[in-house]
């Protein structure tokens, strides 16, 4: 099957990512107040590369030191994108965390248009757009920006890095092993970041539940999918799509939490469901050629 033509699966697969990144956020909540997040962080991504290489061994067999270098690459901006964010978290509100997470949107565009020279249309500009609007929506109480605001935003600057870096690195690669490379990469840094306050084991089952379902299917199961699904759909496309993640995480939070469904919910649930639709229905195949294309010439 030719996936640049026929969208519906890798668009499924994306969906699906988004829905379960939006269960993490109920799903954590208490698990967080029982271990620090640089531990909590290593742990989930260590598990998350340690069952990749248990069930795919063979995957290392396509392990180049190029290819493991841009594994790494992708891996540390999405490491250092958690770092901030998590960081930034304790200093500011949810709310606003979660609108200037959603910025990534608006930088994936910008990045590729600037650095790389991508066309984006004035569709997919008005798409990304709406979905910015919808995420205000949902997330946005007030904005003044302060030292937490600004580490959420270099978060968010890090996510748009990792998606544009898959989508240069991505075509023609096993995206099984570039996934595992990254989920190693992001679990040692965060290793590495617990060192100062001292790497903590979880303490009951309850944490280490959580731990192993964001390791297997908010890590291991959902990074594969992004990296796959690039070398079909452009960066653009593939950051609209995923910020459907703050849809679910309002659904979760009204169906988990039991918080109260508000008009911006709704409001902003529409805006980025138009948001969605126009990023898939005027995905420009040329964009994701671009990306290809600058990827031959670094080799």
Not at 197 to 202: E, V
Not at 235 to 252: N, W
């Amino acid at each position: 099957m030719n996936f640049k033509e026929h969208k519906s699966i890798p668009t499924a697969l994306l969906l699906t990512v988004a829905l379960v990144w939006g269960s993490t956020f109920a799903i954590m909540k208490h698990s967080l107040g029982r271990i620090d997040v640089n531990s909590f962080l290593a742990w989930r991504f260590l598990v998350a590369a340690l069952i990749m290489a248990l069930i795919r061994p063979q995957s290392f067999r396509h392990i180049t030191p190029s290819f493991l270098l841009r594994g790494i690459m992708a891996g540390l901006f999405l490491g250092l994108g958690y770092i901030f964010q998590t960081f930034g978290l304790t200093l500011t509100t949810v709310a606003k965390t979660g609108f200037i997470t959603g910025l990534y949107a608006i930088f994936v565009p910008l990045i590729a248009a600037v650095f790389f020279r991508h066309q984006i249309s004035r569709m997919q500009w008005f798409a990304v757009g709406l979905a910015t609007i919808g995420t205000g929506f949902l997330s946005l109480h007030g904005l003044s920006i302060g030292l937490g605001e600004f580490l959420v935003l270099v978060g968010a600057l890090f996510f748009a890095l990792h998606i544009i870096g898959l989508g240069r690195w991505s075509p023609n690669r096993d995206s099984y092993a570039l996934a595992m490379i990254q989920m190693a990469t992001v679990g040692l840094l965060a290793l590495v970041g617990s060192f100062k306050s001292g790497f903590h084991a979880p303490h009951d089952r309850g944490v280490w539940a959580v731990i192993i379902y964001c390791a297997i299917a908010a890590s291991a199961f959902a990074f594969m999918v992004q990296t796959w699904a690039q070398s079909f759909m452009s960066a653009t496309s593939v950051g609209i799509i995923l910020t459907m993640e703050y849809i679910f995480a309002a659904v979760f939070g009204v169906v988990l939490v039991h918080e109260h469904l508000t008009w911006r919910t709704i409001v902003g649930g529409i805006c980025m469901m138009v948001g969605l639709y126009l990023a898939i229905l005027f995905d420009e195949p040329q964009t994701t050629q671009g990306v290809a294309g600058h990827e031959k010439i670094a080799q």
